[in-house]
Every structure is written in structure tokens, then in C-alpha cells.
């Protein structure tokens, strides 16, 4: 087994190479890198089988299905690198142009980070949409895969770095972690000097260790608590479609909804119409049921389940649903200030001083006004792809696309100028 | 005395504050801010000569004079604060907007960090430089100034605070933290959930301890070890007069140069003018000549200081240049790739390819064809104004202004959409 540092100075070693990296160089090794997944599908799909089986009793049915890859699957993978290539090259966009009395130009241009280092878990397909998006983005990846998909992970790295070089680019631009042990996620938290960027994708745990311990920069990709509050000038049809969708069409999302707050003005006409969609129909239709766990205040209106002490301040990422009834969006705000993640919040309004007010006061990612939190995702903001949601404040808030996987600097150009 | 926790606790309260902050109530706020200044200077330069008179033995005379304050100082204090309130308010920009095929209006808007705590030492007028943009930023600020300048900073902070209630704004928005032990330094290093944002403007021991242990989100303004390389197509008169002003402009600045490459086609005509410049002449004229640091070829040209194993990595802040003969462009680039703190880095040449080559390969904040390095300064690039220069590459990569004093979010607007 190769070490974490033997892996680390390889990807160091790529660096140099990224300032010959054209557009044309980076999208051939991109379509040559979708073609060799194909073409090596086989021993993709071979190493995979391993890996289900070795997980199987392991982790959960959920987190197996995540795992196992198809033929299909393999396809999409393909199509999503092949995808990448057709998006616009994000560096040398010249992002601010200065002309100064003096005569200087000054230009801040987009540039490769350098080594981005990702660190994720289970599923096979973030090995191929992450080292695609850091490839376009000029940089050279280093990814540490999670244990339990770490053979199928080596065999779609391998199709890969041989596409790289039948387009004739460097093996070293995209680099595995052979290491599954905690102590490679620990290098990487403190390879100062060697990774430019680290973006953790994992639970809370993963999250909170690169928090406290990591010295290299990080992006952190956040929880999702996601608040929709029903105002009293909401049109209560629009309003259910979006709970439902919020919380119903992907549960287990961080962009999916956690807690309904609706304006007590409303709670009457609303709070039944909301138990008869998410409860009472999804049952006769053989659906899950979601469960409501209510304030009291919601309590007296319909049934459910009492809400407990931690009932707001959880991501369930399940079938359930935390509700308050509110006195006024001034209420709504404070309670989505002091619950939110900042991920997505929504409101749900005809009263257009009440959605500019939200959208002001809530400080979160993304701030929506009549729909649903689902939205917040690379693919839907139309940046054609995503690295994962950001949830801290700097550089990157919101979906990370392959801007925010640049860095820029600044370009002055002069004719002898001194200060 | 006020514990930090307190003091955080004060600023957190502010936050709630910041959603109405109009443009017109944060530049009212800050005339009031420097007209307090103004008018309460005695106060101000009391506290400040207890200060010096504390000081006088510990430190040194220089930073005793960076220390004292007079009316001419204070007055140069309330303009910088008047010049920051003529600048546009970087909020509520719209930095992108998205039109989606299903009708959503996207617009990613600027918005305020929240909380910012500056960690300095002690020059105080960074008391009144950082107040003054965090609150056109539109965020808090708590300012934890170095134990020589405390009582100054005290005096400082409660004129700006008054200003700020005159206004009819929150005192809370500026706060000071009283405990100026080490203690306090690293309470806002953890201040977790209070402090949205960090920068720490000091020396390389305060960046090194926050990089280790913050927790918070930081942002580190690095050292410059600043490279100028003069090419085989220079214009050796413009060569001299750029390396010369970026070596003896202002030595003790991070934008100063430190390191001299010389191509050797032109090292035997350059270096002896340079020696002539830098050395002769400057003694001649009763200056302090520059002591220049020889590699082995340099040596062989003009006479200097044999350079030590360390010269080339060494943040001199002082009239020493180390100087290196290379054999090429790419020997150039690759001894900046190297030895460079990637601050600010130039080339002076004539020729448009090597330039273009140069811009391209070097990774520094601040890459230079045909100027001097003095100018990497948010005042010089046009900025209005600087919180210091970040040598990062995550979300502000050389001078950071107001807008780098901002987050951003993504606000959404629908009409029912669901996904």
C-alpha cells in the first residue's frame, strides 16, 4: 500500500502541470476519462460486487443501494463527466477589471486552487463527478473514498487516470487515498502545503472533526434544518403544494423540509387541509404516512404527535414533520434565527412587504419565497453541476459549482510604474 | 471588567440589528462616528499617552511611534472613517442573476458576515480602520486591540460608540473586548455560533496559532516574501528604478520586495548598476544602503554578503535584498514556486510571451508585469479602502475590501413552483 505523504507528494507534483491545463486539454481528458469507465465497466462493476458483499449486514439496505453500481449507473457516471466537459471553463474568467489613474491595469482573473482534496463515503459516483469537477476547474484531485465502496472507487479511479493519459494529461491530475483509516482523513486535515482545499461530504461527525482539527482550508458542506413558514397572506393551496413537496419528494436530502411554522391566522384553515395531504391521503394510498409532531398550539387544531424538546432542532431526513403556529413573521424570523442551519428556509406569501422582510432578515444559503426548499442544488440554480451545498459564509454559500472551485488572482500590468 | 463571553454575547444581541442597517443610517452613523473622534481627541490622546508612557522600555522606539497618537493623527483617523462612509455600500449587490426554464428568479445578493472580531496589536488606528468598515460592511464588529495600545483603543471605541448612539444606532455594533491576555485571543478563536468571521492582523506567531487551533472561520493575512524577477528582454532602466522602489519605498511593509532573480544574460550589465543604486548612491546621500545578499554567481559579478542557507526564505522587513542569478524564465518561476509566500510577485520584461507566461504559472495574490510590488494596497487598487491582504485562496485572495467583508445569499423567487 502506497502512504497518504507517497500520495500527497504525487499530487504535489501535479501542481506544475496545471498552468498548461487549456480547455481543449482538460475536456479531452474529461471525454477520454467517460469513455475508459465504459470500457472498463467490468472490472468496475467486478470490484463493486466486492464491495457490496463485503458491506452486506454491515451498513444499512439504504446505504447498500447507494453503493451498488450497474451497468446503468456506470452510464450515468459517464454522462456526468461528459457533462462537465460541455460547461463553460471556469478559470481565466476575468472576474473585476481595474484601470488606475497611474496607468496600471489591473485584472482579477480565476484560477486552479491547486490540489483539492475530498473526503466522502459510500456512494461510487461522487469518485467520477468529483475528480471531473476539479479536473475543469484546473486543479488536481486527491479523494479519500469511504471504506465500504474503496474497491469500487480504485477500479473507477484506474479507468480514469488511464483516460487521462490516453489524452495524453498526467496520471498524478486525479490521485486515490489507498488508506481507509481514519489516520488518511487526519493527514489530509492537516497536509498544509500540499492540499489547497479540502471539502469534507459526510455527516455531522466528519464535519465537526474537520471543524475542530483541520489546518489546511476547508469548505464545509453543512446539515440541512429547513424551515417553510405559511404566512396569514399565503394562498393556502400553493402553500400546501410546497410542504408537501418540501417535505415529501426526497426526505432524506438536506434540502428537504423539517419544520412548518404557520401563522396562527391561517393554523385553522391550514393545519387540517395539511393532516388530510401528508397523513390521511398518503395512507390510503399506500404511502408512508409523514408524522406530525405539533406544538401545542398546532395540537388543539389537528392530531399528531406532541412535539419534544428537540423536535425543532433536528435534521430527521425522515417522514416527519415539526409544526409551530406562530403570531407573526416577525415570530417566524426569530424562530428560524435560532433554529435554522442557514441552509433553506422559505416563505409562503401573496404580501410582497412580508417576503421582501424575509428575505432580508433570514440569513440563510438560500431564502425562498413561494417555493419549495428542494431547489437548493447545483443543477437547479443552472451552474450545470455541484461539488455539494455550502452552509459557512465564506467563499462559498449555497450550491458549489466550478466557480467556487477556483481561486483568482490579481493581474497587474503596467510600464514601470513605482509607488 | 466585562468578560469576553459578555462581550460576546453584546455583539450576538447586534446581529438582529443588522437587517436594518440602510445604507443611509450606516453612513450617518459613521459621520457621527468621526465627528466623536474629533471632538473627544483629549480623552483620547490622554489614554493614548498613558499608553506610551507604559510602553516606553518594553517596546521598541519604532512601534512607540506607531503607538502614539496626536491631533493631527486622530484627525487622519475620522477622515479615513468619513472616506469609508463616501464609499458605495456593498450590500444588497446583486452579484448573479438566474432566469430558470420553470419561472424561478434566482439572484445572488450581498449580504452582511454578521459578527466580525479583528485580533491586532497596536496601531490604533486600526481600532477606528476596522469599526468603521465591518459597520459598512454591515456586520458588528469586536475588536480585541494588543495590550500597549488598550487604553487608547478604550477611548476610541467609546467615542465611536457614542457616535453611533447619537445617530440613533446601537452601541453594540462596535465592541471592545476588555481582557487583553492571551486568554482573549483564544475565546474568539472558539467563539463558535458568535464569531462569523476572524482576522487576525499581526504577526507570524498569532496567524500560525489561529490557523492551528480557530475554529471559527477565519481569514489570515500572510507575510510577503515578494519576488522580482528581471528578465533577459528587461528594460534594465526600468528594472533598477521598479527593484529599487520596491526594496527601499518602505522595507517593513509585507508588499515589500525581498528576493532579486536576475536572468544571467543581463546579470553582468544589471547587477552593477544595481550595486551603483542601492549601495553607492544611497551612501553617498546619507542613506541607509540596502545589504545585498549574494548567491554564488551574483558574488562572482558585483561584491555583497555571501547569501546564508535562509536568505531566500526570509521576510527581511529591512534594507536587504537577496539576490540569485537563474538561467531562464522557467528557473525564475520555479525558484518563486518554491521560496514565494505567494504574496506578490514580478517580472519586468519586454518580451509579451515571457509575461504572458509568468502571469500564467505564477500562484501568487498579486502577479506583476512591469510594476513595482508596493502597489498589492486596497488604496492603490482601487478599493477605497483595505482590512489587510490575505494570502489565501479561499474567498479573498490579496487586498480585502468591503466586498470581501460580505457573505452572499441566494434568494428565490417563485410562484409555487415544486420540484
Given amino acids: ?89 471556469p478559470v481565466g474568467e476575468v472576474r473585476a477589471v481595474i484601470e488606475r489613474p497611474n496607468g496600471l491595469h489591473i485584472e ?27 479536473l475543469k476547474a484546473g486543479s488536481a484531485c486527491v479523494l479519500r473514498s469511504g471504506k465500504e465502496a474503496h474497491r469500487s472507487a480504485e477500479a473507477i479511479v484506474e479507468a480514469m487516470r488511464d483516460g487521462l493519459q490516453r489524452a495524453g ?83 432524506s436530502v438536506c434540502n428537504a423540509e423539517e419544520v412548518l411554522l404557520v401563522h396562527r391566522d391561517v393554523a385553522d384553515a391550514f393545519l387540517p387541509a395539511l393532516r388530510e395531504a401528508l397523513v390521511t391521503r398518503r395512507k390510503a394510498q399506500g404511502r408512508e404516512p409523514v408524522e406530525l409532531r405539533l406544538d401545542e398550539r398546532a395540537a388543539a387544531i389537528i392530531p399528531g404527535t406532541p412535539a419534544g424538546a428537540r423536535d425543532f432542532d433536528t435534521e430527521f431526513l425522515d417522514y416527519i414533520l415539526a409544526v409551530r403556529v406562530v403570531d407573526s413573521l416577525s415570530a417566524a424570523i426569530r424562530h428560524i434565527a435560532e433554529h435554522s442551519t442557514h441552509h433553506s428556509d422559505a416563505i409562503v406569501t401573496g404580501d410582497s412587504e412580508a417576503a421582501a422582510r424575509f428575505v432580508r432578515e433570514v440569513d440563510s444559503a438560500a431564502v425562498y419565497v413561494n417555493a419549495s426548499t428542494r431547489f437548493t442544488d447545483g443543477g437547479e440554480f443552472g451552474l450545470g453541476c455541484e461539488m455539494g451545498i455550502s452552509t459557512q459564509k465564506l467563499h462559498a454559500r449555497g450550491p458549489m459549482g466550478l466557480r467556487e472551485l477556483c481561486t483568482c488572482k490579481y493581474v497587474i500590468t503596467g510600464s514601470g510604474q513605482i509607488r
Avoid at 112 to 124: N, T, W
Avoid at 212 to 225: F, K, L, R, S, Y
Fill in 169 to 251: 494529461l498526467s496520471k498524478s491530475l486525479i490521485c486515490l487515498i489507498e488508506d481507509t483509516s481514519r489516520a488518511s482523513a487526519d493527514a489530509l486535515m492537516h497536509a498544509d502545503g500540499y492540499v489547497d482545499l479540502l471539502i469534507p461530504r459526510g455527516g455531522a461527525g466528519l464535519i465537526r472533526a474537520i471543524t475542530e482539527h483541520a489546518t489546511v482550508p476547508c469548505i464545509q458542506t453543512g446539515t440541512g434544518i429547513c424551515h417553510v413558514y405559511v404566512d396569514a397572506a399565503a394562498d393556502l393551496q400553493m402553500a400546501l403544494r410546497i410542504v408537501d413537496n418540501a417535505k415529501t419528494s426526497r426526505p
Fill in 108 to 134: 482579477q482573473v480565476a484560477s486552479p486552487m491547486g490540489v483539492i482534496a475530498i473526503i466522502y463515503e459510500s456512494r461510487p459516483n461522487v469518485t467520477s463527478d468529483a475528480a471531473a469537477l476539479c
Fill in 1 to 89: 500500500m502506497r502512504t497518504t505523504q507517497e500520495i500527497l507528494t504525487e499530487a504535489l507534483g501535479a501542481k506544475r502541470l496545471l498552468a498548461d491545463l487549456t480547455t481543449e486539454k482538460k475536456n479531452a481528458g474529461l471525454l477520454a476519462m467517460a469513455d475508459a469507465l465504459t470500457e472498463q465497466q467490468d472490472e468496475i462493476l467486478a470490484a463493486n460486487r466486492q464491495d457490496v458483499e463485503a458491506a452486506r449486514g454491515v451498513i444499512s439496505p439504504v446505504m447498500i443501494d447507494r453503493l451498488q453500481l450497474s451497468e446503468k449507473r456506470i452510464a450515468d457516471m459517464a454522462d456526468g463527466i461528459r457533462a462537465v466537459a460541455a460547461l463553460p471553463d
